[in-house]
């Protein structure tokens, strides 16, 4: 899932402004695989476990002294839209641990005019292990950011 | 399909069989005179026919997965008699008896439950005179 410009994104409680961009991919952390006698093509494939890797970039146009840490545990939320009149808008919630906070400054220090950027890479976690981390649900025909 | 004493113990999944060596079973001279000084070897007899089966377990839920690792070891309790295994191939082999079954390292939840296994079978010989 790759949604540009999500509104009302919030990590554990916290307001982020001027997200750019949220990257959230499923991989397979184990495969099961087995083969049978009949031919050379595997006869049974399943994921008994995966990963879901969430990457969330903003832009940072100031001094920023605050920022997540590693190990932190919350829940991500933003809103998202396929167009701009909101219509077919979501929420996704995704319960996840933050693993890894760098900052990408263009230019250096100076910015060369481009603004800074933070990105806070997660891994979901599901408190039970079956239930997916990561919802998907409408907003009811509200726009983005309207209430729910 | 594959089956032992009639019934589909394997057929949830892929497996694969496999034949184990055959041949004679050749014993150094040391081990039957018990003597370290003995030179050579002898044969015995012939190696007792095996038949490895490796492969998984499959069900849509737990319960019918347990209920399949619990038919497989069921036949290999020690008064379970011997009986016909049909091999992958529908070749019958009479008189194997399932002596060893073993189960991979977890069960696998995805999309359905499974669990890998390897299970033996042999034509044991008994006591010769």
Known sequence: MLVLDPTAVSFAGTRWEGVRFVQIDRRAARTAREQGDFGPFAGFVDVPEQRIGVRVEREVRGTELSMPNPGDLGELSFEASTNASGAGAVRVRVVAVVTDVSYQVPGGASGAGRPARRIVQFEAVSADGSTDPMTVEPLHGAGIGGAS | ?129
């Open chain 2, 1 to 129: 399909m594959s089956s032992f004493r009639s019934k589909d113990l394997f057929g949830s999944g892929p497996h694969r069989m496999v034949f184990a060596r055959r041949g004679q079973l050749v014993v150094p001279w040391a081990v039957l005179l018990t003597d370290p000084s003995a030179r050579g070897s002898d044969s015995v007899g012939d190696l007792e026919f095996e038949v490895a089966v490796f492969g998984r377990l499959v069900a849509p839920d737990l319960a019918g997965l347990l209920a399949l690792r619990e038919a497989i070891a069921a036949e290999s309790a020690y008064a379970t008699s011997t009986g016909t295994l049909v091999d992958t191939a529908g070749v019958s082999h009479s008189g194997m008896r399932l002596y060893r079954f073993e189960e991979g390292p977890r069960i696998d939840r995805g999309r359905v439950f499974s669990l890998s296994y390897e299970a033996r079978f042999r034509r044991l010989a008994g006591p010769t005179p």
